[in-house]
């Protein structure tokens, strides 16, 4: 009798273990949250690359949006002469605070202050702008306004065909 016992209690704690391993375990406690140093804001640049257009191989800006110069600023010079209602319908393309990345432009990137006291982007020695006509990355509505605004070569330029 005590074998039958014996063979009862190891059945009993068999089961028991069975139950118990497919259980799902209690979760164990959460540690504290350890405050995070937050992530550093990108630097913000400005890009320029070149796209295919109706006026052959052009600068733009990173989101496709076309650049231009103004005939009235001094190529070389360190101000824009674009102000006033000029700078509205012609805003400057900023220059940002890091250098601006490039893909297939191959002229001399620089900035000057521009007239908003901001780094303006130029090329090849020529400060740059966008154009309010233009309403799609690819739009060229600028071009040759007052034959005083011009595209620009990815080498800076000017496209006045």
């Known amino acids: 009798m005590a074998s039958r016992i014996a063979l009862g209690l190891a ?5 028991l273990l069975g139950l118990t391993a497919c259980a799902s375990p209690a979760p164990e406690p959460e540690a504290p949250a350890e405050p995070s140093a937050p992530a550093p804001a990108p630097a913000s640049g400005a890009s320029l690359a070149t796209a295919e257009t109706s006026l052959g191989t052009i600068v733009v800006d990173g989101e496709g949006m076309t650049v231009y110069q103004f005939d009235a600023d001094t190529q070389g010079g360190d101000a824009s002469s674009c102000s ?3 700078a509205e319908n012609w805003p400057a393309v900023p220059g940002g605070d890091a250098a601006p990345e490039l893909d297939g ?4 990137v620089g900035t000057i202050t521009g007239v908003d006291g901001e780094p303006q982007l ?12 233009d ?11 007052s034959d005083v605004w ?12």
Not at 150 to 161: D, F, H, K, Q
């Open 122 to 133: 130029t090329l090849g020695g020529w400060p740059l702008y966008y154009f309010v006509g």
């Open 135 to 145: 309403e799609a990355p690819g739009d060229v509505n600028g071009q040759g306004v």
């Open 11 to 15: 059945a009993a704690s068999l089961a």
């Open 84 to 86: 006033g209602q000029c």
């Open 105 to 108: 432009v191959t002229g001399e």
């Open 150 to 161: 011009w595209v620009l070569t990815p080498a800076g330029e000017r496209v006045t065909g």
